[in-house]
Nanobody, 116 residues
Framework: VQLVESGGGLVQAGGSLRLSCAAS????????MGWYRQAPGKQGELVAG???????NYADSVKGRFTISRDNAKNTVYLQMNSLKPEDTAVYYCTAGPGIRSPNYWGQGTPVTVSS
């Protein structure tokens, strides 16, 4: 399974970004897709995840600001990020696997920088 991310970049605080991740390869094994992030000097964390059935899971820090969605026909997952804060600055990784918190596959990462 290959995961290709796009949509990261530099944005001012309060702005928005939309991340996309397209999956290809042996995708029948994928039930859940999601986004993790790794900020410098901090532990990586799950940002949001979604199952093939549409169940979602969000980190408390992004609830109400971020929305994850999935297009099963296109094997693509999206992360709409609104009201961005400097503390959202991190490298965001797309993930896929049998469960939201049990990814088997990781994308290459896309950096998101939020300036104050």
């Amino acid at each position: 399974v290959q995961l290709v991310e796009s949509g990261g970049g530099l944005v001012q605080a309060g702005g928005s970004l939309r991340l996309s991740c397209a999956a290809s390869g042996v995708i029948f094994s994928i039930n859940a897709m999601g986004w993790y992030r790794q900020a410098p000097g901090k532990q990586g964390e799950l940002v949001a995840g979604i199952t093939s059935g549409g169940n979602t899971n969000y980190a408390d820090s992004v609830k109400g600001r971020f929305t994850i969605s999935r297009d099963n026909a296109k094997n693509t997952v999206y992360l709409q990020m609104n009201s961005l804060k400097p503390e959202d600055t991190a490298v965001y990784y797309c993930t896929a696997g049998p469960g939201i918190r049990s990814p088997n596959y990781w994308g290459q990462g896309t950096p998101v920088t939020v300036s104050s």
